[in-house]
C-alpha cells in the first residue's frame, strides 16, 4: 500500500527543532483495525471485504469493516442487515477480542519504545507525547515515520498518524488522510488556523450531530466559521462554557496533557440529554449505562476504585455532585451500578434533568504508595465476587467492544443483575 504522506511546508525562517523542547504529539490510530488483523490472520481474506461484527440475520451491528468493504458503503455501528444488503458476498466474521487486545498490547509496547508517555484511548488508538525523543534531525515527522515503520515491519499492520502541537491537533490530523496517513499540523499560530478553517465544525471535539446541526442553522458550518465569531458571540448561541470549548479549539488551542494509564486518578462518564429528561426512571437507566462504560475502563485498566461519584445537572445549569465509598475496592459493575443508584435515589429528584454522569475514583494503591502490581488486583477482586459476575462482566465487556455498547442491556442476559 502507498504510503499517502502529507507535509505543510514549514516557513524557511524557522529551524526545524526549536530550541525549547516544544509539545510534540502522535495520534496513532490503527487502520481498519479488526478487519485488517482477520485479513493478516488469514491470507485469503486480503483484498476482499471483510465485515467484523453481528452476523448479518441477527440484529446487531458492524464493529469494523475494512477498505474493500468500505466501497460499498459499509461503516463502523451500521447494521449487519444492512451491511449484507450493501454487500452480500463480504464475509462476515465475529470479533475476536483476544486476539485484538494481544495485538494492541503488542503495539503499545512498540510505542513505549519512542516514549513513556503514551496515552492509549481505546484498543487501536493512543497519543504519544514525543517531546522528549526530538533530537537535531530527528523532529515528530522522523518519529511518526518510524513509527509506521515499525509497525509494518513487526505488526504487519498499517496506522495513521497524525503529528501536532497538541492533543486536538493530532487527533483531528490522523482522520484526515486514512489508511496508512502520515499528516503534519504546522506549529505557527497562523498556519494552525487556515490548516483547521475548512474542516467541518463537527470536527471539533465535543461537537455532536445535534450541535452541529444547531450551529449550521446559525451559518456556522466550519471551523472557520468559528474562528471568525469573538468569543461573547458564541456565548449566546451556546453558553458561555461551551463556547470557550469550542473558540479554544477552533483555534488549535489545546493544553491537555498526554496522561499514562498510571496517572489516572478518576475515571468517569456523562451524558447531556439533547432535551431535559423528566422521566426518572429513563435517568437512571442511562445512570447505570455509564457505570457500565465506568467500569468496563476501570477493568481495563486493571484498577479497583474506593469510592463512586455522580453528577446531576438540572436545566438552571445548577449541579450537584454525591459521593459515597464502596464496601471494598471493586471494579464489578454490579458494585458501581447499586453506589450509584443509591446516590442518585437519595436525591429524590423531581426536576428535569440535563446531564447525568457516574466516575469512580479512590484507586487502590494511590495512597498506599504499593509498587504497580496488576497481578494483586485480579486476586482481590476474585475474593470478593462470585464468579458468575465477573464471567458476566468479562462477556458484556467482550461483546460491546468499541461500538457495541448499544448491541445489548444488561437486562437482557437474565444475569447475576
Ligand atoms: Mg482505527
Known amino acids: 500500500m502507498k504510503s499517502k504522506t ?3 511546508p514549514t516557513k524557511a525562517h524557522s529551524p526545524p527543532v526549536p530550541p525549547a523542547a516544544p509539545r510534540r504529539i502522535l495520534h496513532v490510530d490503527m487502520d481498519a483495525f479488526f478487519a485488517a488483523i482477520e485479513q493478516l490472520d488469514r491470507p485469503e481474506l486480503r483484498g476482499r471485504p471483510v465485515v467484523v461484527g453481528a452476523p448479518p440475520d441477527r440484529r446487531g451491528v458492524v464493529c469494523t469493516a475494512s477498505y474493500e468493504a468500505r466501497r460499498y458503503g459499509i461503516h463502523s455501528a ?10 452480500p458476498h463480504a464475509v462476515f466474521l465475529p470479533p475476536r477480542f483476544e486476539r485484538y487486545a494481544e495485538i494492541s498490547g503488542r503495539i503499545l509496547a512498540i510505542f513505549g519504545r519512542f516514549t513513556p508517555l503514551v496515552e492509549p484511548v481505546s484498543i487501536d488508538e493512543a497519543f504519544l507525547d514525543v517531546g522528549g525523543a526530538l533530537r537535531p534531525g530527528r523532529d515528530g515527522v522522523a518519529i511518526a515515520r518510524e513509527l509506521k515503520r515499525r509497525l509494518v515491519d513487526e505488526i504487519h499492520l498499517t496506522g495513521s498518524v497524525g503529528v501536532a502541537p497538541n492533543k486536538f491537533l493530532a487527533k483531528v490530523a490522523s482522520d484526515l488522510h486514512k489508511p496508512d496517513g502520515l499528516t503534519v499540523v504546522p506549529t505557527d499560530a497562523d498556519d494552525i488556523l487556515h490548516f483547521l478553517a475548512p474542516l467541518p465544525v463537527g470536527r471539533i471535539w465535543g461537537v455532536g450531530k445535534v450541535t452541529a446541526e444547531n ?11 468559528v474562528q471568525r465569531l469573538d468569543e461573547r458571540t458564541l456565548a449566546r448561541f451556546t453558553g458561555a462554557t461551551f463556547a470557550t470549548h469550542i473558540w479554544r479549539l477552533a483555534r488549535g488551542l489545546d493544553d491537555r496533557p498526554v496522561i499514562t494509564e498510571q496517572d489516572i486518578k478518576s475515571i468517569s462518564n456523562e451524558e447531556t440529554f439533547e432535551e431535559d429528561r423528566s422521566d426518572i426512571a429513563g435517568v437512571r437507566q442511562c445512570l447505570i449505562e455509564l457505570a457500565e462504560k465506568v467500569g468496563r475502563r476501570l477493568r481495563a485498566s486493571s484498577k479497583l476504585a474506593r469510592t463512586a461519584v455522580i453528577k446531576v445537572r438540572f436545566s438552571d445549569f445548577r449541579t450537584l455532585t454525591r459521593q459515597g465509598g464502596f464496601a471494598f475496592p471493586t471494579a464489578g459493575d454490579r458494585e458501581l451500578i447499586a453506589a450509584g443508584l443509591e446516590l442518585f435515589d437519595r436525591l429524590r429528584i423531581s426536576q428535569p434533568v440535563r446531564l447525568i454522569g457516574f466516575g469512580v475514583t479512590g484507586f487502590l ?6 509498587p504497580w502490581q496488576p497481578s494483586l488486583f485480579p486476586e482481590m477482586d476474585a475474593r470478593r465476587r462470585t464468579e458468575a459476575a465477573r464471567a458476566l462482566d468479562a ?3 467482550e461483546l460491546r467492544g468499541r461500538y457495541g ?12 443483575d
Open 6 to 8: 502529507k507535509v505543510t
Open 78 to 87: 451500521m447494521p449487519s442487515r444492512t451491511a449484507f444488503q450493501r454487500c
Open 215 to 225: 450551529l449550521a442553522r446559525l451559518g456556522i458550518r466550519t471551523i472557520g466559521d
Open 365 to 370: 494503591g494511590e495512597d498506599e504508595r504499593l
Open 395 to 397: 462477556a458484556v465487556d
Open 405 to 416: 455498547s448499544d448491541i445489548l442491556r444488561r437486562g437482557d442476559w437474565g444475569g447475576p
